[in-house]
């Protein structure tokens, strides 16, 4: 896992410790597992877990 950038929250449990990007910030490296769930992305690096926001876009908007 590469260091990360931008504004996060760092969280730690017995057994992870746990960062929340509060950006929306590329994250480097190649992760164990990637899992999409519930409007987040969930980036596994062995004990290191990084969580970030999924960006909503929305559809164009038609014009008249």
């Known amino acids: 896992m590469e260091p990360l950038r931008g504004k ?3 969280f730690k449990t017995k057994k992870y410790t746990i960062y929340y990007l509060l950006e929306d910030v590329e994250v480097g490296g190649t992760p ?3 899992i ?3 409007g987040h992305e969930f980036f596994f690096f062995g004990d290191v877990v ?3 926001p999924v960006k909503e876009t929305s559809p164009p ?3 008249p």
């Open 32 to 34: 164990e597992k990637k």
């Open 61 to 63: 908007q038609a014009t």
């Open 8 to 10: 996060y929250k760092v």
């Open 36 to 38: 999409v769930k519930g």
């Open 50 to 52: 990084v969580i970030k």
